[in-house]
């Protein structure tokens, strides 16, 4: 039987970088989920009789809001859901399956790489029939009509067992629930040579990776131990847990440092790896080497080639504006074109489908390729391997010749987490008040350039995204940038990028901090972060 339930409003559901995420008691309203998901519905058209993809990171309140989905696109008229098994999919799986099976859409449950639990986030996204995040006119679309929703549509189903692959059918709709690993898995040996990287791992090569128990324990599991041979135990943390086992599944040198200290200690592996809560970010660590999210893109832009998937070269490449230039630089010398979006996947999508752009990344530990609209953790963990597995070489080698050849981009991000939201808004108004001002005054010994706002013209649809980030760039090339974060769930988090360009080999290597510590004072000089926030350093270094 299908009801229409009457509702009233939110007035907070407007998605953030990347759809939105909220405090699962914020979810667990009343209507709240709902709202949100007839919102995304009432904002689409010619959906009836297609497929809707969904899944999620495994995090907690994912099972209860895949069944309100499922029964909702009964009641709206889909005509199949393609669920994950146990309501599992990581982001760029679920990206894919919206492609292959060319679906209408999907909804990924998520929040990535913020912690899970009873009080903790949890977070819905629209993607579209690319497979990419909604566009900003998109998710405008589903936050007006949220404003204004007076009666959602459900289907009274009961619960849909979600832990038996196998298509039946609900209430006149076919929900198909299907292996989560097994169709990226396929993709990812399409793309690189899985004979080489099983030569590599018979060789005795040692490689350790962290799923922080989250959604790429799994895919892990079954692509480096099963499929390519890699010592069991390669993959640690496997088993996605509702709460990530209490910690923040977010791969930086915060959260995954268990790695790093494993990665820089006398025994350690020749290659780590780590992925966030929904499968989509990574972190890369040689042995006895950190290689940053920028220099990451950068590397694997360069050597992309040596992979069957990418051996006719790039098109282009793209990164957020944040994201350090060293893949600029390696963009020139293949004469590709280079391209400066937003922060967030969603800006990545036209050059991809326009086939301007082949590699994207963020600085956020994000990459990934043409191959799905997310960026994708396993695939850049797979893309160093069947770097390293050609090259012959450890990973600190080519970081010390792609810097011999291209130079070093020093690069840090600081965030202030948790700052009252007033406090943060008036330090990003009062440095927006004094941009024009800024250019040819000095601080700490260094000239400024420029100072402006970031907005991008995106080349393919000609739509336009202000207030993108609050660029001051010094003479000399090197910048420090400030913008909000949109992804938290409480206060604001100021984040800080600092960047410094150093040509000379004889100066690679240094210790990040010490390199920027000028750059990283003339940011609090600008912007008075200490003065606005009270806070004297920062929550979070990567
Ligand atoms: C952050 C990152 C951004 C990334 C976004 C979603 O956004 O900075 O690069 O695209 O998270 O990634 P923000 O607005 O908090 O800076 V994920 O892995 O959380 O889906
Ligand atoms: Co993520």
Redesign the pocket.
């Known amino acids: 039987m299908i009801r229409t339930v009457a509702t009233t409003p939110y007035t907070d559901q407007k998605p953030?970088?990347?759809?939105l995420r909220k405090k699962v008691p914020v979810f667990q309203q009343p209507n709240y989920a709902e709202n949100f998901i007839q919102s995304v519905f009432d904002s689409l058209e010619g959906f009836a009789g297609k497929t809707l993809v969904v899944g999620g990171d495994g995090r907690f309140y994912n099972r209860e809001v895949i069944q309100k989905v499922i029964a909702m696109a009964v009641a709206n008229g889909f005509g199949r859901v393609v669920v994950g098994q146990g309501g599992i999919l990581s982001?760029p799986a679920a990206s894919n399956l919206i492609r292959k099976r060319k679906a209408f859409g999907g909804l990924i449950l998520?929040?990535?790489?913020?912690p899970g639990g009873p009080h903790e986030d949890f977070g819905i996204?629209y993607n579209a029939e690319n497979g990419g995040p909604a566009p900003e006119k998109m998710t405008d679309a589903i936050y007006a009509r949220s404003k204004v929703i007076s009666a959602y549509r459900i289907a009274d189903i009961g619960a849909v067992d979600l832990d038996k692959t196998g298509t039946f059918e609900v209430g006149g709709m076919k929900v198909e629930v299907v292996d989560p690993v097994t169709d990226y898995a396929e993709l990812m040996e399409t793309l690189f040579d899985f004979d080489a990287l099983r030569a590599l791992f018979k060789s005795g090569f040692r490689m350790r990776f962290d799923a922080m128990h989250a959604v790429t324990g799994p895919y892990a599991k079954e692509i480096l131990e099963r499929r390519l041979g890699a010592a069991e135990g390669t993959a640690r943390n496997f088993v996605p847990l509702e709460d990530f086992g209490g910690h923040h599944p977010d791969p930086n040198l915060v959260h995954a440092k268990h790695l790093y200290d494993e990665m820089m200690g006398p025994d350690a592996p020749d290659f780590g790896a780590a992925s966030?809560?929904?499968g989509?970010?990574n972190l890369i660590i040689g042995r006895g080497i950190f290689i940053t999210p920028s220099d990451s893109l950068a590397m694997l832009a360069a050597n992309a080639h040596l992979a069957p998937g990418y051996k006719a070269g790039l098109k282009g490449i793209a990164r957020?504006m944040?994201t350090s230039g060293a893949a600029d630089r390696v963009a020139e010398k293949l004469g590709i074109g280079m391209y400066e979006t937003p922060?967030?996947?969603k800006f990545f999508g036209n050059l991809l489908d326009a086939g301007m752009a082949t590699i994207c990344g963020?600085?956020?530990?994000?990459t990934g390729s043409d191959h799905v609209r997310e960026?994708d953790g396993l695939w850049a963990v797979l893309l160093w391997l069947n770097i390293l597995a050609v090259r012959g070489e450890s990973a600190k080698d080519i970081v010390a010749k792609h810097w011999a050849t291209y130079g070093q981009n020093y690069y840090s991000r600081h965030d202030y987490e948790e700052v009252e939201t007033d406090k943060a808004n008036a330090l990003v108004d009062a440095l927006r008040g004094k941009l024009a001002s800024l250019p040819g005054t000095s601080v700490q010994g260094m000239k400024i350039a420029s100072a402006d706002d970031f907005a991008y013209n995106d080349p393919v649809d000609g739509s336009v995204s202000r207030n993108q980030g609050i660029r001051v760039l010094f003479e000399g090339g090197s910048r420090v940038v400030f913008?909000?974060?949109?992804?938290?769930t409480s206060g604001a988090?100021l984040?800080v990028y600092i960047e410094r360009y150093e040509p000379d080999p004889a100066r690679h290597g240094q210790d990040t901090q010490a390199a920027l510590a000028d750059l990283i004072k003339a940011a609090d000089d600008i912007a008075g972060i200490r003065s606005h926030t009270g806070r004297d350093k920062p929550s979070v270094i990567t």
């Open positions: 953030g970088t990347s759809g982001t998520s929040a990535s790489h913020n996204k966030d809560g929904d989509d970010r957020s944040p922060t967030g996947w963020e600085e956020s530990a994000g960026k913008r909000l974060s949109g992804t938290g988090t984040r």
